[in-house]
């Protein structure tokens, strides 16, 4: 049962759970050096073995096999995904600059999606989004890293290679939307345009592709 994701997951658990390698396979009825092959990958488990863990784990076969990112295994849709304030939240306890901040960056997603959406080209869209994606891990992950206690068993790219990997898969993520754009048609856009197809959002974008010309030096304050 050759699956990639699963030695880590198996050991990211187990340090979830706060306990040794040894009281781990005691509990598991394996020994410590089958289990600690299994967490490294150097042997295959079984599939009592797999689902004796995940019954011990308390997760479902396929959060353990990496196949889903919910513990009890239910696959996300659409419909199912929160807006950002779902959870009632909202702005309480949060500074003015964060607000802020927060919105000019969503507001402004929310038109590159709609002028991709009215684009219409799947492999550009799902390109964009996955650059978007990887930028959004880079940042989490070093805030993540940022307390040497997290365990790093939380993700599964090398801690020591991932931003020189993240770095290189935008590149090539970023030379590959620009070759889509050469043979879609994009609308015509100024501002005029996008305050009165985005009146919402057309102002946000505004602000933020002023502040990023004057963090790149392309522009004065």
Do not use: W
Not at 52 to 72: I, M, P, Q, T, W
Not at 132 to 154: A, D, H, K
Request: proline content about 3%; aromatic content about 8%; glycine content about 6%.
């Amino acid at each position: 049962m050759a699956i990639s994701d699963f030695p880590r997951m198996l050991t990211h658990l187990r340090k979830e759970r706060g306990i040794s390698q040894k009281a781990a396979a005691e509990s598991l009825g394996i020994s410590q050096a089958l289990l600690s092959h299994y967490e490294k990958g150097i042997r295959e488990c079984g599939l009592l073995f797999l689902v004796r863990a995940a019954d011990f784990y308390e997760v479902s076969v396929d959060y353990l096999l990496g196949r889903s990112l919910e513990k009890n295994g239910a696959s996300i849709r659409v419909e199912e995904v929160p807006d950002e304030d779902a959870a009632g939240q909202g702005n309480r306890g949060k500074s003015l600059m964060t607000v802020l901040n927060k919105k000019l960056i969503c507001n402004s997603v929310t038109v590159v999606e709609e002028i991709l959406g009215a684009i219409g080209d799947r492999e550009l869209i799902n390109k964009v989004s996955l650059y978007l994606q990887i930028s959004v891990y880079q940042m989490f992950r070093r805030l993540y890293n940022g307390n040497e206690e997290n365990p790093q068993t939380f993700f599964g790219a090398d801690a020591e290679i991932y931003a020189l990997s993240a770095d290189s898969a935008m590149k090539k993520l970023e030379a590959e939307i620009q070759k889509r754009l050469k043979k879609v048609k994009i609308p015509p856009l100024n501002e005029e345009k996008l305050r009165a197809a985005y009146p919402l959002f057309a102002s946000s974008l505004f602000n933020l592709l002023q502040n990023a010309e004057v963090a790149i030096g392309g522009r004065k304050k």
